[in-house]
């Protein structure tokens, strides 16, 4: 599977921004996606996650953006989204997301299939 990021860039903070990736290839559907961010001299977080599109939707987050960050896919559109609300500093990053061949998963070694990357400056 092809995964394709969009949708970063500058916001003040309290602002919001969605990102958006495109997933080609394979069946979308079979995949857990992730939503992982690396800030400049830090190592790659999870950020969220959501599970493969059949059964119950189940979704985890990392506890700092817990309420203001929701992961979400559309299967007819093959795409996985990540609505950033109330956004500070620390959200700064560049954003990727990932597909896992497993159910939904934290472990960034889970994910197989990576974008390019979406970089995302929270600033005033």
């Known amino acids: 599977v092809q995964l394709q990021a969009s949708g970063g860039g500058l916001v003040q903070p309290g602002g919001s921004l969605r990102l958006s990736c495109a997933a080609s290839?394979?069946?979308?559907?079979?995949?857990?996606m992730g939503w992982f961010r690396q800030a400049p001299g830090k190592e790659r977080q999870f950020v969220s996650a959501?599970?493969?599109?059949?059964?119950?939707?189940?979704?985890v987050y990392l506890d700092s953006v817990k309420g203001r960050f929701t992961i979400s896919r559309d299967s007819a559109k093959n795409t996985v989204y990540l609505q950033m609300n109330s956004l500070k500093p620390e959200d700064t990053a560049v954003y990727y997301c990932a597909a896992a061949d497993s159910f939904v998963s934290r472990n960034v070694n889970d994910y197989h299939y990576w974008g390019q990357g979406t970089l995302v400056t929270v600033s005033s």
């Open positions: 290839g394979r069946s979308f559907s079979s995949y857990s």
């Open positions: 959501v599970n493969r599109s059949t059964g119950m939707p189940v979704t």
